[in-house]
Nanobody, 124 residues
């Protein structure tokens, strides 16, 4: 089984924090560029953050800079998205996606594997 599985979503108050996890199985995530996307029904998919493989660079959408942090734990074959100072507009389904190592964060790229998504709701 080759798949990505997201976890860590939930309900949080504005200003609160959540950490999302993206765990890979059946392949080594170290060799892939990994992005976090969010999308609501009827709306366009938005790239939130990205971490490259060989280059080692990270990318954040302007809307989340300074609040979100993406990181890897290769021993756990996982990528994380720590989300701080959450806002109601962050409410969405968040998806983890893996692309080839040549994919460039901050640019459009073809996703090879998608996770199933995890719901994040920011509300008081």
């Amino acid at each position: 089984q080759v798949q990505l599985v997201e976890s860590g979503g939930g309900l949080v108050q504005p200003g609160g924090s959540l950490t999302l996890s993206c765990a890979a199985s059946g392949f080594t995530l170290d060799y892939y560029t990994v992005g976090w996307f969010r999308q609501a029904p009827g709306k366009e998919r938005e790239g939130v953050s990205c971490i490259s493989s060989s280059i080692g660079s990270t990318y954040y959408a302007d809307s989340v800079k300074g609040r979100f942090t993406i990181s890897r734990d290769n021993a756990k074959n996982s990528v994380y998205l720590q989300m701080n100072s959450l806002k109601p507009e962050d409410t969405d389904v968040y998806y983890c996606a893996a692309a080839g190592a040549q994919a460039l964060c901050g640019r459009a790229f073809t996703v090879r594997y998608w996770g199933q998504g995890t719901q994040v709701t920011v509300s008081s």
